[in-house]
């Protein structure tokens, strides 16, 4: 069973830095794209930042020059780090494997699921 486990959210005033970590229970050299999105109360949930197996990183406007997104393969953990955080930056994240992007070794195919973390909250206040 694949799972996604993030930590490192808390609670930060405006200006300060948080990281943030995602480790997956299967080998990540098997996966080809993941990613962090966010969800703020009442709004839907949007993408923060993704990165490739060969380290192509894309961001959102909003968080770009400001967070970084980066994998340790030796640990299977995928990191955003989040810097200047703003109280707008408030949202619970969650790290995301999705749909295609996992080689199933077992199944010679790729998997046809969308994987979650459970989220974990992030507080900026001003």
């Known amino acids: 069973q694949v799972r996604l486990v993030e930590s490192g959210g808390g609670s930060v005033q405006a200006g300060g830095s948080l990281r943030l970590s995602c480790t997956a229970t299967v080998n990540i050299l098997n996966i080809n794209t993941m990613g962090w999105y966010r969800q703020a109360p009442g709004q839907q949930r949007d993408l923060v930042a993704t990165?490739?197996?060969?380290?192509?990183?894309n961001y959102a406007d909003s968080v770009k020059d400001r967070f970084t997104i980066s994998t340790d393969d030796a640990k299977n953990t995928v990191y955003l780090q989040m810097n200047s955080l703003k109280p707008e930056d408030t949202a619970v994240y969650y790290c995301?494997?999705?749909?295609?992007?996992?080689?199933?070794?077992?199944?010679?195919?790729?998997?046809?699921?969308?994987?979650w973390g459970q989220g974990t909250q992030v507080t900026v206040s001003s």
């Open positions: 990165i490739t197996r060969r380290g192509v990183t």
């Open positions: 995301n494997v999705p749909r295609g992007a996992l080689f199933l070794v077992s199944r010679g195919a790729f998997s046809t699921y969308d994987y």
